[in-house]
């Protein structure tokens, strides 16, 4: 039975997601157009271009391979099963221990797919775009993760139910523990959570792999109708989860306790808050960060991770280990 309603739930937050993330998407479209002193795009554009774009037949270049088509598909699934280990103001719906693991194999295996799909496309310029896309992700995944494991490692020393997972930031959180070294750790790893923020979706300086005015989209330059509907979706999806990690780590506090809820109408009050800070956080990460950047060469691009981020993060790990180990008494 649990099972049943874990299923059910899963299928409501797929619809309510893909909502939520299509009507950001309409939101950041109008709100960089305004910052740069123009009208933009109607704010349900983005529910207007999928609509569209699954109504029309999809394109098949010649020399593509059976995995060109299947990666849409594969990518999609990969996003639905992420929502099922994502926390959305409350723990994750499969909340287990050690499920970071499983929410990290998964998002890096959208990007993975991605790549796939545009090897196998026979084109040129996405092959360039997969090539980027694989070593950005490689840049951008290592200081996060280990930001991320510091953060839930340091937590589990408080006594939580279920260690590594995330649903732990709603049973405490980072800023709690109130002691300076800490807080200035977690402050640190803020800032290398917004950086890798924006280079997972992909805008201002890490808008490298798509450079949609060089190699024409990157890695889905060769898709068209329903096969780019679904990466589009899935895309967006990414972006709503990736912030929800976001929001989950530095920004868990919930407000249906405020309000004396309980049972299904705090799940539903505390879903909507977290929409809520989703949107400011993808404010600052994607619609500012994109309206005040430019891009930035790939070589530039894994220099601010490998030689910025990467040891901005491991201060900001140290202060926290030697917080908790209590060198400095």
Known sequence: MNLIYATLGLIGLYIYVSFASLLWEGLDRKL??????????????????????????????????????????????????????????????FNTRGDVIVFMYLLTLIAFIRVLGAVNSGSPYA??????EIIILVSREVPMMLALFAILWRLSKLGVSKPFS???????????????????????????????????IEVGYFNIPEAEEEIAEGPMAEYSGRHLALFKLSNAL??????????????????????GLTGAGAVVVDLIFHTLKVYAVLFVSMSVFRAITGRLRITQAVQVFWFRMLPAAVIGVLLIVIDLMEVIA
């Open 32 to 93: 960089v157009a305004r910052m740069q002193r123009r009208i933009g795009p109607p704010l349900l554009q983005p529910f207007y271009d999928f609509l569209k774009l699954v109504s029309k037949e999809s394109i098949i270049p010649r020399h593509a391979g059976r995995m060109f088509e299947l990666a849409p598909v594969f990518a999609l699934a990969v996003s639905i099963a992420l929502l099922a280990y994502t926390p959305f103001g409350f723990a994750p719906l």
């Open 127 to 132: 092959q360039i775009g997969a090539q980027r």
């Open 166 to 200: 995330l649903g732990t930031f709603y049973e405490h959180n980072i800023w709690e523990i109130g002691t300076p070294l800490t807080f200035m750790g977690a402050v640190i790893l803020l800032f290398v959570f917004l950086a890798w923020l924006a280079s997972e």
């Open 238 to 259: 990414k972006e709503f989860i990736s912030a929800s990690l976001v929001v989950a780590i530095f920004f868990p506090w919930g407000i249906s306790g405020v309000l």
